[in-house]
C-alpha cells in the first residue's frame, strides 16, 4: 500500500482511540446540571419514592407537596398542604395525612406549544416555582418536594420533542433552589393509565370513600374528559380479579391496596376530538404549526368563523352551510353521531365492567363537569333532567365543590339538540356538538346503559389527578423510609 494511506490509517485510528477515551466524559456530561449538581453537594442521585418527600415530620405538622401538572392548554402548580395525623412508627402502619388545602398556579400556553422552542419551557417553570415559593414559609421550601407530569399535550408530540422539553424541566428543576425535586423523576411524561389511576384516587378521596386501612368497601369508577384524552378508572366489580389483567391498564392503588383498572384514550379530550372531527388529524399524523387553509365541519354553527388552537396547532374552522329543513337538520345530527361513534371505534374504546355491570352511577370530572353544567343552564331538550346538589361532597368541601347528575340517555338527546342548533359565540361552545356527541358515543360504547346517572362533580380544584399523585408520591416515600429504618 502507499505510505500515505498507512499514514492516513494511522491517523485515524488515533483519532478514535481519542474518541473512545472520551466517551465516559461526554456520557457524564449528558445527564445534564442535576447530576453535576449533586455531585458538588455530594449529594447522591434519588427517585421520588427514596427522596424523603415525606420528611421526617411529627404528628399535628403540616406537610406539602408542589406538582406541576404540564396539560395540553397550560402548565398548572398545585401546591398540596396536608396535616399529618399520624407518623408511621413500622412498614404496616402508614402515614395517615389529611388534606387542608390548595394553591394553584398558572401559566399558558401548554408545554407541547414550545415543541420547536423547548428552551421557553424554562421560563414557565421558573415562574411558577417563584408564585409557589411566595406561599411556602421560607425554612420549609428546602423539605417539599416538586415534580412535573406532561399529559396528553406532550403524549401527542414525537418522542424527540418530548425528550427535549423534559430535559429543559429536569435542569431547571434542578438547579432551583426554591424546592426539592428528585433528580432522576422529577419531570416525566405522566402515562394515561397513571393520570386515571391518580384522579380516582383524588375523587374517592374527596368522597370520604378511602381510608388508609379499607375501611370502606364501595367505591366510585371515575371519569375524566381533559384537552387530548379521556380517563376511566374503577375498582375491580365481583369476580374480576379472576379474569386476565391487562398491564397496560391495570394497576394498584397504594393508597388502599386495591387492585383498580385504569385506562386513557388519546384522541377523545375537548380539543384534540375537534381536530380528528375536522379532518386535520386522522390519528396517525401529529399535524403541528400553523395552517393557513380554513377547515369545515357540519357540526360547527353554520355562521362561524373561528380561531381554533391546542398545543402547538392554530387553524381556522368554519362551519358548513344548512338549509335548515327538518330533513337537513336530522341528516347533520346523525353525521356528527356517527363521526364520534367512528372517533371512538378509531381509539378503542372497550366495554368497561365496572361501568356497565348494573345500575351504576359514574363520578366525572374536568371538562365533562362544564359540558353538564352547560346544558343545566341552556336546557336545549326541555324536560331533561340536570339535577344539582352540594350534598354529593363531603362536609368540609360544600360551598366549593358542586355537583350535577344527568342520565346517559339524557345527554344523548342533548346531543343531539345542540348538533341541531350549535352555538357560535364563545371560546369553548361552539365545540360543544363535537363535545357531547363524543361524551355519549363513549359512554355508550364503555357500556353505560341509558338509566344510568353521570355525576359530573366541579367548582373544587381537587377534583384532578394532582391530589392522588401526592398522596402516592408521600405515602410511597414514608413507607420506602420505614422499611430502610428496620432493614
Not at 458538588?40 to 404528628?59: E, F, M, P, Q
Not at 403524549?155 to 432522576?184: E, K, N, Y
Not at 365492567?353 to 363537569?369: H, L, N, R
Amino acid at each position: 500500500r502507499p505510505k500515505h494511506f498507512e499514514q492516513m490509517n494511522l491517523h485515524r485510528l488515533h483519532s478514535l482511540v481519542q474518541i473512545l477515551w472520551l466517551l465516559p466524559l461526554l456520557q457524564c456530561l449528558h445527564v445534564g446540571s442535576s447530576q453535576s449538581q449533586n455531585a458538588k453537594t455530594g449529594k447522591k442521585s434519588t427517585d421520588l419514592t427514596n427522596s424523603g418527600c415525606h420528611r421526617a415530620v411529627d404528628k399535628n405538622d403540616t406537610l406539602r407537596f408542589l406538582v406541576l401538572d404540564a396539560g395540553s392548554t397550560g402548565t398548572r402548580a398545585a401546591l398540596h398542604e396536608f396535616f399529618v395525623e399520624r407518623t408511621p412508627k413500622s412498614p404496616n402502619e402508614p402515614l395517615k395525612l389529611r388534606h387542608l388545602r390548595l394553591r394553584r398556579y398558572r401559566r399558558k400556553p401548554g408545554l407541547s406549544a414550545f415543541q420547536h422552542f423547548p428552551d421557553r419551557s424554562r421560563d414557565q417553570v421558573n415562574a411558577l416555582l417563584a408564585a409557589a415559593a411566595a406561599d411556602v414559609p421560607e425554612p420549609q421550601r428546602a423539605v417539599t418536594c416538586v415534580a412535573l407530569r406532561a399529559t396528553a399535550g406532550l403524549r401527542l408530540l414525537d418522542s424527540g420533542s418530548r425528550r427535549r422539553i423534559l430535559r429543559v424541566v429536569r435542569d431547571t428543576l434542578a438547579t432551583s433552589a426554591a424546592f426539592l425535586a428528585p433528580d432522576i423523576d422529577s419531570a416525566k411524561l405522566l402515562s394515561g393509565p397513571e393520570e386515571a389511576k391518580f384522579a380516582w384516587l383524588s375523587v374517592n378521596y374527596m368522597l370520604g370513600k378511602l381510608d388508609e386501612a379499607n375501611t370502606i368497601s364501595e367505591t366510585v369508577p371515575v371519569l375524566e374528559l381533559g384537552g387530548g384524552s379521556a380517563q376511566v378508572a374503577y375498582e375491580y366489580p365481583d369476580g374480576e380479579l379472576s379474569a386476565p389483567l391487562d398491564r397496560a391498564s391495570s394497576s394498584k392503588a397504594t393508597l388502599t391496596g386495591r387492585r383498580i383498572r385504569a385506562r386513557s384514550y388519546l384522541g377523545l379530550g375537548v380539543r384534540e376530538s375537534v381536530l380528528r372531527f375536522v379532518g386535520y388529524r386522522n390519528g396517525k399524523s401529529a399535524g403541528t404549526g400553523v395552517s393557513k387553509k380554513a377547515y369545515n365541519s357540519s357540526c360547527i354553527a353554520a355562521n362561524a368563523s373561528l380561531n381554533f388552537s391546542f398545543g402547538s396547532v392554530t387553524l381556522q374552522l368554519e362551519g358548513n352551510q344548512r338549509d335548515n329543513s327538518s330533513g337537513s337538520t336530522a341528516a347533520t345530527v346523525k353525521k356528527c353521531f356517527a363521526q364520534a361513534e367512528d372517533l371512538v371505534q378509531q381509539v378503542k374504546v372497550r366495554t368497561e365492567p365496572g361501568i356497565a355491570k348494573g345500575e351504576k352511577t359514574v363520578y366525572a370530572i374536568s371538562s365533562i363537569y362544564y359540558l353538564v353544567k352547560y346544558l343545566k343552564k341552556s336546557s336545549p331538550v326541555p324536560g331533561a333532567r340536570v339535577t344539582y346538589s352540594d350534598s354529593v361532597c363531603p362536609s368540609e368541601s360544600r360551598g366549593v365543590c358542586k355537583a350535577y347528575s344527568i342520565s346517559a340517555g339524557d345527554i344523548a338527546d342533548n346531543a343531539a339538540a345542540v348538533c341541531r342548533n350549535p352555538p357560535d359565540q364563545g371560546p369553548y361552545t361552539p365545540y360543544y356538538c363535537i363535545n357531547l356527541s363524543v361524551l355519549s358515543a363513549m359512554l355508550e360504547q364503555m357500556g353505560l346503559p341509558d338509566s344510568g346517572t353521570v355525576t359530573a362533580l366541579g367548582g373544587s380544584d381537587n377534583l384532578g389527578w394532582t391530589l392522588g399523585f401526592s398522596l402516592d408520591a408521600l405515602l410511597q416515600s414514608a413507607a420506602a423510609s420505614a422499611a430502610k429504618s428496620i432493614s
